[in-house]
């Protein structure tokens, strides 16, 4: 299964657990907010921290939510690949396979889309 389809998955999983949860489901996403919004780092190198964070905890879904939400604020490849460098660095080889599965997950999602035959 390729990186789209594992973040779509992971999408319609999360919906419906937010449905059985809604509270606490809300909870989080205030949260969320609350952390991406405010202070003086900008989203973009808060993301960075998140998926450092992603890599270290072996969460594949979290890498890909991660690596989605750096595309879309305007991350460039070199700067993944040194926050890469930097997550292997502090967490040795379990680090250096899941970072692997953020760049490939980057480069699938950068590649252009391809028509369905």
Known sequence: MGYKAKIADMRG?????NKLIP???AGFATL???????GPLSF???EYVALAIAISQRCEPCINFHVEALMKSGATREELGDVLSMSIQMGG???LMY???ALACWDELAA???AAE
């Open 13 to 17: 999983e999360i919906r419906a657990m």
């Open 23 to 25: 509270e606490a489901a």
């Open 32 to 38: 969320s907010k609350a952390v991406k919004e405010n």
């Open 44 to 46: 973009k190198e808060k």
């Open 93 to 95: 080889g379990p680090a």
């Open 99 to 101: 970072a692997a599965h």
């Open 112 to 114: 252009p889309a391809v």
